[in-house]
């Protein structure tokens, strides 16, 4: 008998990822899971077999309406592949419509990559726990408990957890998003789409010991760095100082912290932090004093809703809701185009702490959090904290690695032991 298979409209969050999409780009994340032994292919697909059933928003194809794209149920997992190439290689939308996600295999390392649109970085992130865990029961014969995101996969997926949570807790009023244009990165891109993937590797406790000499967090110590790196470079690349641009740090934040949801949907919003060097000279005490109060303001349910209402609002719109999705995609491109990656200097996404329960966490290594690039924004940074290990991990579309190489030379300044690692290629072979 046919299977039935579900759809589900585009989240708010969700809806420009496919209009915004061009020939070579479309927004896509990983993350990895490594393990104590390499990965057998057959156990990885039948675990994959098992977890998508669980999984009817994730385990998705991009279908085409006439009003809004939306999601339909995959009939069956996707084929798992050795990888070949570098991480994060194009998903192009043919294959998006077939299916939107994809998980690899090499060595000892598990990876899913996920269009933008199916989810966040923490849905992904259960996902791909529940995988591990799946895959460790028919590999070595654990049974790891559900909870702390893990999913059971004897259960059905719970109505909340298929939810748009935007529309739910849209606000009174909306937040204004008119902010000035930021400070891009620039380089010397890669003509094959080769993407340089550099991770710093720290002890977490000395990394946490520092940002508490600062008197504050660690994102909002690695996000001072970051800013400090990108000032330093435009500062010398841009000698004029009316010229200079602000340098903002686009941080994502998980929502499902602050409102009561279980969606494995997107669910997610920013905040921007930043700096305008017009207005002279800035230490690096001061920027972490600027991202702390900054996130100490923003990071708060009241003013997180009313930032996403304006979409949820326009959304809801009559004239919108009628409007052919041909218009309503050169629309959003335009606006993307336009304004989309230019009110912020780079995105840096911290995942935080990422624990396993026992006997699982004996057999996983390592995991990793890595961001695309953007269509126009060369760098981007995910971070994600496991197994007193610290994984930063820079991807870039240049061949300059200028801004990784400040980031950690600033740590090691610091007093922090980093070791980095990179896929980067011989620059004279292309």
Wanted: proline share 4%.
């Amino acid at each position: 008998m046919k299977k039935n298979l579900r759809w589900l409209k585009l989240d708010n969050a969700a809806k420009i990822y496919p209009a915004a999409r061009r020939k070579y780009w479309t927004n896509v994340f990983r993350i990895s899971v490594t393990f104590r032994d390499d990965i057998d292919p057959a156990v990885l697909q039948s675990a994959l077999d098992v977890t998508v059933k669980r999984f009817p928003s994730v385990a998705v194809r991009l279908r085409t309406g006439v009003f809004w794209y939306y999601l339909e149920e995959i009939p069956e997992a996707p084929r798992v592949m050795s990888e070949e190439s570098c991480s994060l290689n194009r998903m192009t939308f043919r294959s998006i419509r077939k299916c939107a996600i994809r998980v690899l295999y090499h060595k000892k390392r598990m990876s899913v990559e996920m269009f933008h649109s199916v989810t966040d970085g923490n849905g992904g992130l259960v996902f791909a726990k529940t995988l591990a865990a799946e895959y460790a029961r028919e590999k070595y014969g654990i049974d790891t408990p559900s909870g702390d995101g893990i999913l059971d996969l004897t259960e059905d997926a719970a109505e909340s957890e298929l939810e748009d949570s935007f529309g739910r807790y849209d606000a009174p009023v909306s937040a204004s998003r008119r902010e000035d244009n930021s400070y891009m990165m620039t380089g010397t891109h890669e003509p094959d789409g080769f993407l340089h993937v550099t991770t710093g590797i720290i002890d977490t406790a000395s990394a946490l010991e520092l940002s508490k000499k600062y008197g504050t967090t660690l994102t909002v110590f690695l996000a001072a760095v970051m800013m400090k790196c990108i000032y330093d470079i435009q500062n010398e690349r841009v000698r004029n100082p009316k010229k200079r641009e602000a340098v903002r740090i686009l941080i994502p934040v998980n929502l499902r912290k602050l409102f009561e949801s279980d969606t494995m949907r997107n669910f997610a919003s920013y905040i921007t932090p930043g700096i305008d060097p017009k207005l002279g000279e800035y230490t690096f005490e001061e920027m972490v004093s600027v991202i702390h109060h900054s996130m100490a303001l923003e990071l708060n349910p009241k003013r997180m809703s009313a930032k996403f209402t304006a979409n949820v609002r326009s959304e809801r719109q009559a004239i919108l809701r009628i409007m052919p999705l041909f218009i309503k995609n050169f629309a959003m491109k335009m606006v993307y185009n336009r304004v989309g990656e230019r009110k912020s200097s780079i995105c840096m996404s911290n995942l935080g702490l990422v624990t396993l329960p026992e006997p699982l966490s004996d057999y996983v290594t390592r995991i990793d959090f890595v961001l695309g690039v953007q269509a126009d924004t060369p760098c981007n940074c995910g971070i994600c904290s496991y197994g007193g290990k610290l994984y930063i991990n820079f991807i870039r579309s240049i061949r300059e690695p200028e801004l990784e190489r400040r980031f950690f030379t600033f740590l090691r300044r610091a007093g922090l032991h980093v070791l980095v690692e990179s896929n980067q290629r011989d620059v004279r072979s292309g």
